[in-house]
């Protein structure tokens, strides 16, 4: 355990940091799953709708794409740019492969 105040403060920081990563994290672990199960199970449509941000009968947006959330990660410095690159790449070559 920290004993000086900045340590403590730093420790603080730190938590919150890793919980908002981690929601982020598994934000995108949801949706790749989602992704690989559509791909897996040759379902187009699925895939799109997944990687692509998905909308409900009304046209609004329901939840965040795979693409979206990749761009989030590389926004909020959780992975690096090339890093998000080569993931929206080897998902877009997936999506192909199967259309």
């Known amino acids: ?3 000086l105040a900045s340590a403590k403060k730093q420790l603080r ?6 919980s ?3 929601h982020y ?9 989602a992704f690989e199960k559509a791909i897996k199970n040759k379902d187009v449509e699925a895939a799109k709708a997944v990687y692509a941000n ?16 990749i761009d989030k990660l590389v ?8 890093n998000g690159s ?6 877009v070559k997936m999506l192909k492969s199967i259309s």
């Open 75 to 82: 926004k909020k410095n959780i992975i690096h740019t090339n």
């Open 54 to 69: 998905q909308k409900d009968k009304d046209g609004k947006n329901t939840k965040s794409g795979l693409q979206s959330i």
């Open 25 to 33: 994290r598994s934000l995108y672990r949801e949706a790749r799953v």
């Open 1 to 3: 355990m920290p004993i």
């Open 13 to 18: 920081q730190n938590q919150k940091r890793k």
């Open 20 to 22: 908002r990563n981690d």
């Open 86 to 91: 080569r993931k929206k790449a080897k998902f």
